[in-house]
Each structure stands twice: as C-alpha cells, then as structure tokens.
C-alpha cells in the first residue's frame, strides 16, 4: 500500500537522524499502525484531531455513529476549523478539543504533511477531511508547516471561505515538495511563492536504500503491479473503464 510505503520512509529517515528525539504520527488506528510497524523506537502513533472517525464493525450501532462522526465533522468541526484559521473565531474551543494533539504539535519543532493526493478536490468539491483539518490545528499551535513529496491540485474550491482557508494552509508551509510539475501553478494559483515550492520525487523510491534484498530491475521478472484507486469513482461503468484502461 502507497500510505504504508510513505510512512515507512519517513519513519527511517527519522530514525536513522541524530538530531531527532520523537517523531509522533498521526494515524486513523493508532494501534493497528503501530502492529504494523515495529523497531522504531523513537516514533509514537497518536490518533488525528478531528473526530471524523468512529467505532468500526458492522453494527447497526457503528454504523449509526460512523454516520453521525461523519455528519458532525463536516457540518460542524470542519466550518469551526476555517472560522478559527480565517477569523480567529472559536480559536480556543478547537484548540481545546483536540488539546492531546495541540499539545504534540506544539512541542515539536515541525509538522510534515505527506502524500499520496490528499490536497485536492476529487473527493470532495470543498476539501473537508481530516488532513487540512490537522494542517489547521498547527497552524493554530504556530508549528512550523512542511508539505513533503505529494501531488497537489486539483483545487476548484467553490465556497469562498473554505478556498481561503486552503490559501492560507498552503500559505503557511515554509516549503511544499511536490511530484509533479504540474502541482506547481496549481500552489502558485492560491498566492504561493513558487520559490518555497520544490520538486522532489515519490517517497517510494526511497525505500531502494532501506530493504536490502530488492533486486535491480533487470534482475526481475516481467511483472507489473498496479494498485487501483477507487476513490471518486462514482458508477460501475466508469469503475470498468478505469480498470480496462489500465490493464
């Protein structure tokens, strides 16, 4: 999976560096991620800010509250988020909140922010999720911002406050690292200097220099994995033609 690789990189990274302490992340199962991945002694999995998640299972309870958490974040956590960044309205209430991971954000002396394809709205036309929500809490906790290597855009934001909200995210980053050069106009679109934006490339790649037993390419065999990203897929015919078009 493309988030396990990328938290995987970044935690070595972290780990092999001397001149970190404690690296925290943030996780939708702070307990599952850290069974997933062990012998990193300096990194801590704590849960996100937002309360967009809730109890699992199939009960019609948990899926009650799941609903609930979900209606609850966009409707009103979320808004909460943007008035607070926007306006300074509400600032101590949000704060209070999510005061477990506010206090995290302001001990450490910086916030990555990684992708995938987090920043963009093809999930949701207004880019309510978890993700800015955090970005959100340090800018609050005055926590210094770095966006690592992720795509960016598109951002067709509709509603004013909540395009000015993602301005001001972007705005705070002290340097954005994107993969595509096509992220670039998109950050700069929404004031951003481009002389704090940065081309790097996927995390992923990265993971040649920590697993020992990979072999050269031209040692492999003729073999191709895809993974499939359903995420704003919307019918079963475009599902079908995603999948026939990349096979």
């Given amino acids: 999976k493309g988030d396990q690789a990328v938290t995987t990189f970044i935690m070595e990274m972290m780990e092999r560096s001397e001149s970190v302490e404690r690296v925290y992340v943030t996780a939708t199962k702070p307990k599952v991620a850290a069974s997933l991945f062990r012998g990193y002694g300096k990194v801590s999995f704590v849960p996100y800010g937002s309360r967009f998640y809730a109890p699992e299972g199939s009960s019609l309870f948990a899926k009650v509250m799941r609903r609930v958490h979900q209606v609850m974040f966009c409707r009103v956590d979320f808004p909460r988020m943007v008035r607070a960044v926007m306006e300074g309205e509400g600032q101590k209430g949000v704060l209070t909140k999510s ?3 506010v206090r995290l954000y302001r001990e450490s002396s910086g916030a990555i922010v990684t992708g ?8 949701d036309t207004e880019m309510i999720a978890p993700i800015p929500y955090d970005m959100g809490l340090a800018c609050l906790s005055h926590t ?10 598109p951002l067709d934001i509709k509603g004013a406050e909540n395009k000015g909200f993602v301005a001001r995210l ?10 595509e050069s096509s992220s670039v106009p998109v950050v700069e679109d929404f004031g ?7 081309k790097t490339y996927d995390s992923v790649f990265g993971l040649a220099g920590i697993y020992s037993d990979l072999r050269e390419s031209h040692e492999r ?3 191709m994995g895809v993974s499939l990203f359903f995420g704003n897929m919307r019918t079963q015919q475009e599902e079908d033609r995603y999948v026939e078009m990349m096979v």
């Fill in 116 to 123: 995938g394809h987090h920043l963009t709205t093809m999930r």
């Fill in 170 to 179: 972007l705005g705070a980053a002290k340097e954005l690292y994107v993969r």
């Fill in 192 to 198: 951003v200097d481009s002389k704090r934006v940065r």
């Fill in 221 to 223: 065999d003729d073999c």
């Fill in 99 to 101: 005061a477990s991971l």
């Fill in 144 to 153: 210094p911002l770095y966006l690592w290597s992720q795509s960016i855009g």
